[in-house]
């Protein structure tokens, strides 16, 4: 049961920063109309995220 769960926050961790990745990509795309996109502020709070997830992440793994 302890593997199982292990397994499953090591994919969490690993997986979140992806996505978060994913996601940022997919809001900034030029198909997005512009009413619809990120103000410069949000998008440098995203960026902040998912330096910290990714720092979380490599930290999780090394940990």
Known sequence: MRAMVDLATTISFVLAPVLAILNYLAMNDSAI???????????????????????????????
């Open 33 to 63: 109309a512009d009413d619809f996109r990120q103000p410069k502020a949000l998008k440098r709070f995203n960026i902040l995220a998912i330096v910290l997830l990714s720092g979380f992440s490599i930290w999780f793994l090394l940990y």
